[in-house]
């Protein structure tokens, strides 16, 4: 559904944050994008939906392909149009607008009145919390409430492919737990298409079907969720496991340290 | 009593419009984030259009009126295009100081094109006085009034039921929030623009209709300020409350105080209670508390 | 500061401190004293009101550049405060006979306490609120001072004064009044040059740049936002002080909005933060003056319907928010910067780049 072919991304022409990425995202699944801070994942989904532009950055090379056309050079709003929503990091609601005002942003695109309130309808049956919360200033709302909301907003939209950044941050296990379960949901009852970025590798790979390893502007390893989780280096270095499955402990921590494969 | 009730209703229909010059002043801030000092110009311009569809091409009214609407629309696209899109992502100063440099631009073209004279204004509304009991006042500024009200209602519609307004809050609020749910940040301050054009040439409309217009009458701008900012910078409904407050305090200011001080409390009052309101509760009345973080 | 010739090294604090470095930057120095100080033997005495219109109006600017481009505070409202400092050295000549040697610091002192007064809200109000601030300052400085019992400030009628003494010789005509005026010119622009390389200048800085963080850092918000206008507006009322004593006779309309708008227009010409930029930029504006003051009577030919005096205050007004829309617009960093690029691909030449 979604390609990225060899892109290379620069800011300012400048600065090279993407080194040739290639991820494919295919439709109904669940893709997710790993790795540490500064990898250039959040840039990775950025870049897709065109959000950079005014930040002066740009596809330097390859190309971005949703259903098979290329759309990197594409104004935002037109990208919104084709489907590709993203739920930006930092849990980013319009402040000063009630709950129930930020969904209707989140329809813009969409002309039919009545389809917006069906679409509300399912956002609060899949967040029955946020019906409750409708007349509330978005700013006021907690942490959860607020990542709850944004991905409502989203849903809004009617995207065929959503691009999620890092869900889970700065919020508490359960919670987590509980976006989770509902982004599972919209994958197998919606048949809605996720590329998800996170740092929480575990529940990363407890809900996606594929996922890559980012560092430095490159997709340094790749596989499906169970061989991710098997991996030695996924283990050691995002999952603070031994290499025996166990948890780690710093007491036997030494002198050896192991060295990230792919750094050769 | 008589004089002293008749001064509270003058003040109240004065204050409706300035309230609806400081409903254009917000409803560009709302979208645009864009403190435009150059108000008073744009009300001035939009009533120079207006007198050029009317006394100068001698238009009947329902053809003037239209026209004088769409030109402004135009016009308020053409001034987005050309001197806000380059400053988005500028700082702050860089922001105001290009509606300093745009006010002082467009005194200057309204002279060039219209010349430094006044010119009689048509009169739109009959500038018989209105009077009802023992209470007398210009049927212009009590129609001015009207209109600002149902102005009032309509925008704040627009901004708080619509998606399309509520659209332009996101932008006014986060670019890239905007843009990721679809929304044209350039087309949406584009529309902000327009709007604030619109609603400033109403606000000349009833503002001029039966007097006189040059471009010293662009004050005005200056003196809704206050009312902007004691209803608070994104309240529309801030501002007629304000405006009815600050028109009555004026008015009273001129019938009781001016005598003493030469003229100079009425002129003085709205500016001395922004300095005040700046000090005591910067966000107004209604307005949105800013929320900052390191 | 910044840029050296190839080949200049410091090797010790003082050597490093110096303001003045190498034998090119000796020449031009004691080049351009000899020209200030020979000036009025070879200018004709209308170039000689316009240099010294224009030092004044430095000194105005450069205090703005200090307020606004260092501090980042934003000041609509310099030319009130140079009222202020008008009105305070021409009310304590006039009334209290006092010496020109102490009525323009006074006024000065005026000034920077008017500033001070408007500055305070700073500490809670920033951006568009603190633009709204000192434009109320602008807009009641008239209001009040026309106001005022008539003996202190002349009323609406403005007031005069006598021409500065000095010992038994009267400061009355242009070429005296010129080296009093370059005088305080010059060392009111090595106190400002010294300030943005001082502790208190550092300070300044961070504020602009990020005011929680300075405060975090230990900067006390309150003394140094205070601050920043109380200079700024001391530069504004010795200007006014000069002023007063260039004109003798001062009146509140002289002191209006549009005087503020040309100020910090002539900081955009030269480029927001930059001391160099401030003089920069008001020559430059100050020459355009001249010359649309020239071209005035061409231009009528052309739009006769414009006619008269309006039609110079309109060409003023085009080329002024022209002027400032446009160096917003595509040089934002104004004349200093060119002017530093200038100097930078000249200490390289023949190169084209480092």
Redesign the interface.
Known sequence: MLELVNVEFMFSRVIMVLKGVSIQVPRGKIITLLGANGAGKSTTIKAI???LH?EEGEVTDGHILFQEKPIEHM???E???KGI????DGR?V????TME?NL??????IPNMKS?REGMEKVYSYFPILKKLKGRTA?YLSGGEQQMLVIG?ALM?RPRLMLLDEPSMGLAPLIVKEIFHVLNKLNKEDHITMLLVEQNVRIALSVADYGYLMENGRIMLHGSNKELAKNEDIKEFYLGLNLSGGRKSYHEVKHYKRRKRWLG | MIDFLQYLLNGILIGLLYAIIALAFIVIYRAGRILNLAQGEVVVFGGFVVWTFIAGASFPLWIALPLSLIAVVVLGFMVEKGFFRPMIGQSIFANIMITVGLMVLMRGLMIVFWGASARPFPVIFSLKPIIFGPFSFTRSIFIGAIISLAVFIVMNWIFEKTRWGLGLSTVAENHVVAQSMGISVKRSIGIAWALGFIVSTLAAITFLSGQSINFLVSEIGLRALPVVLLGGLESIWGAPLAGILIGVGEALAAAYLDKYTMGAASEAFPFIIMLVILLIRPQGIFGWKIIERV | MAVLPCGVHSANYSQDKAFIRTPVQWVCFIAFLLIVFAGPFFFPSRMLGIIIITGITIIAVVGLQITVGLTGQINLGQSAFMGMGAFTTATLAANFNLPFWLSIPAGGIGGALLGAIFGIPALRVKGFYLALTSLAAQILFPLLITRMPSKWFGGPNGLGLAPAKIGGFTLQSDQSLYYLIMGVTVIMLFFAFNLTRSRVGRALMAVRDNDIVAEIMGVNLFTYKTLAFAIGSLYAGIAGGLWAYYLRYVMAEQFNLWSSVWYLGMIIVGGVGSILGAILGTVFLRALQELITIAGPWFGQVFPQAGGEALWYSGMNIVLGGVIILFLIFEPKGLAHRWNVLKHSFRIWPYPYL
């Open positions: 939906c065109g959000l005014n104004d935002p709003t990208i919104v149009k929503v993203p739920v930006l980013r319009v402040q000063h607008l005002q209707l942003v989140g329809s813009h695109l917006v700013g907003r939209a």
